[in-house]
Structure formats: structure tokens, C-alpha cells
């Protein structure tokens, strides 16, 4: 079955960075884009950028480029979402899903999150 | 960036009873109109895509329909547990793809 194991929670000061996983298990790894979306507490799901983990081409969300760094390895079918320079405002569950990457594709798979903390 | 609106931002509704939530987009996206549920602390499960077609395992109760800039979900008897916070998500072209506010279905 296709799961998405995420790393464990995170606390960070501000001017910090932190690199969360995604692991993912029971399908062909390269076949699938990754997502990363993230929700602030009591707020909604905002996207910040996808992976190909064929090649390792990204697209981010404008707001993040400069700062958002995401890699896979496909030797452990694993990518990485590193945010860097944090702010309270980056305090927030984030999600990695996968699609297919096609127009009109959907997030039909979604790890359980990883609830990053900034805080001096 | 296309903008995507949902209304009510949220609902009272009695177990049984048929709700409609409803999503438009500031530009068309054809059908590239996708519906999600959140429940407190989990992650959002999909329940229709390309606006009109069930994922596998979704209870039938669940429709969605639309095109270009204007989308609805519809739950046709309200279950106990129904009760979430709603999203659309438009997957156009080109990138970024982005979701609505959420729409939150309560108990009355």
C-alpha cells in the first residue's frame, strides 16, 4: 500500500533552517511528483513546490523561492523540503502528497505532517 | 496566481440534511477542480477530482460537479462523520496550483 512516512516534529529559532522527510513506500518512486503544502495553525493549505523525482527538477511558489530548497534521493525513495531564514509566520504542519503532474491532477496520497515550531 | 473562492466559509448543518458547497475560480480552469476533507489533526483526504469524479473508496453521498470557474460539492445526507473542513484545489496550468479558504461543516 502507498504511504508517506514523514520526519519527526521540529523547534527552531528564528534566522534557522530545517529539513524535513518524506519517505515514501508501495509505489515506483520516480513515477510520482512530490508536493510539499503546509498549514499554519487554524488556517488553511497552502502549496510551496513539487519535486520530480526522476530528474530532481523543482517548481516553488514565488513566495518561497530563495528559501525553499527541496531534493530527493532515489536510492532510499526519500525527498527533502529544507525552508530556510524562519519566522514565526513558518510555524506550521507541513505535508508532503505526490500527484501524478499532469494538468488537472490531484494529491491523491498525503504523509501525516510534521508540525514545525519557531520559536526564540 | 489563480485565486480560488469557497463559500460559506462555514456551515451548520443536521445529520441528514443535503449540503452544497460551492468554489470559483478568478480565471477557468476547465475541470482541473479537485475536493478535499480535513478532519482535526489529520491530513486532507481527496474525495473528488477533476471535478466530478469520485475517488476510490469515497461514500457515493459525495458529488462534485462544475466547470471553468464555477464548482460545487454537494453531500447529498449528512453523516456524523462528515463533519470537516472542506477544500477546493485547481490544478491548471500553469504552476502554482492553489486551494480555497476551506469551508468548515459543523454539528446544529
Known amino acids: 500500500q502507498v504511504q508517506l512516512v514523514q520526519s519527526g516534529a521540529e523547534v527552531r529559532k528564528p534566522g534557522a533552517s530545517v529539513k524535513v522527510s518524506c519517505k515514501a513506500s508501495g509505489y515506483i518512486f520516480t513515477s510520482y511528483y512530490m508536493h510539499w503544502v503546509r498549514q499554519a495553525p487554524g488556517q488553511g493549505l497552502e502549496w510551496m513546490g513539487r519535486?520530480?523525482?526522476?530528474?530532481?527538477?523543482?517548481s516553488y511558489a514565488q513566495r518561497f523561492q530563495g528559501r525553499v530548497t527541496m531534493t530527493r534521493d532515489t536510492s532510499t525513495s526519500t525527498v527533502y523540503m529544507e525552508l530556510s531564514s524562519l519566522t514565526s509566520e513558518d510555524t506550521a504542519v507541513y505535508y508532503c502528497?505526490?500527484?501524478?503532474?499532469?494538468?488537472?491532477?490531484?494529491?491523491?496520497?498525503w504523509g501525516q505532517g510534521t508540525l514545525v515550531t519557531v520559536s526564540s | 496566481d489563480i485565486q480560488m473562492t469557497q463559500s460559506p466559509s462555514s456551515l451548520s448543518a443536521s445529520v441528514g440534511d443535503r449540503v452544497t458547497i460551492t468554489c470559483r475560480a478568478s480565471?477557468?480552469?476547465?475541470?482541473?477542480l479537485n475536493w478535499y476533507q480535513q478532519k482535526p489533526g489529520k491530513a486532507p483526504k481527496l474525495l473528488v477530482y477533476g471535478a466530478s469524479s469520485l475517488q476510490s473508496g469515497v461514500s457515493s453521498r459525495f458529488s462534485g460537479s462544475g466547470s471553468g470557474t464555477d464548482f460545487t460539492l454537494t453531500i447529498s445526507s449528512l453523516q456524523p462523520e462528515d463533519f470537516a473542513t472542506y477544500y477546493c484545489q485547481q490544478s491548471s496550468s500553469p504552476l502554482p496550483w492553489t486551494f480555497g479558504q476551506g469551508t468548515k461543516v459543523e454539528i446544529k
Open positions: 502528497t505526490r500527484s501524478i503532474g499532469v494538468t488537472g491532477d490531484y494529491f491523491d496520497f
Open positions: 519535486v520530480n523525482p526522476t530528474g530532481g527538477s523543482t
Open positions: 480565471q477557468s480552469i476547465a475541470r482541473s
